[in-house]
């Protein structure tokens, strides 16, 4: 056996918790027991995938909402672009070519 089969072998929980934290790839030195002598319980790994979730739900609803700010900015940006290049054409209403190749 690895040290890897031996993981589970020396924490207090019941095989039914056992079973679900391999399963579910959750280390058991993480999750507090609630059993007899701090045993931990199915129940106990159960909330601990809850908790694991419910963290993962709020980091995904934060990363996109930050993506839909960016992505207004960025449309607010694009929206703009004929305002700010109007600001910086030549007089005149002549296109930059134009401008240029009239000027050389």
């Given at each position: 056996m690895s040290d890897e089969d031996n993981t589970h072998e020396e924490v207090n929980a019941t095989?039914?918790?056992?079973?679900?934290?391999e399963e579910a790839q959750l280390n058991l030195d993480s999750v507090e027991g609630t059993g007899v002598d701090g045993r931990i319980t199915k129940g106990d790994v159960d909330k601990a995938i809850a908790a694991i979730e419910e963290e993962a739900d709020a980091d995904l609803e934060n990363a996109l909402l930050r993506l839909r700010e960016e992505e207004a900015a960025a449309e607010e940006e694009v929206e703009e672009a004929p305002a700010k290049a109007e600001r910086f054409a030549p007089s005149g209403?002549?296109?930059?070519?134009?401008?240029?190749?009239?000027n050389i």
């Open positions: 095989d039914a918790a056992i079973a679900a934290a209403g002549l296109s930059i070519k134009k401008h240029i190749t009239k």
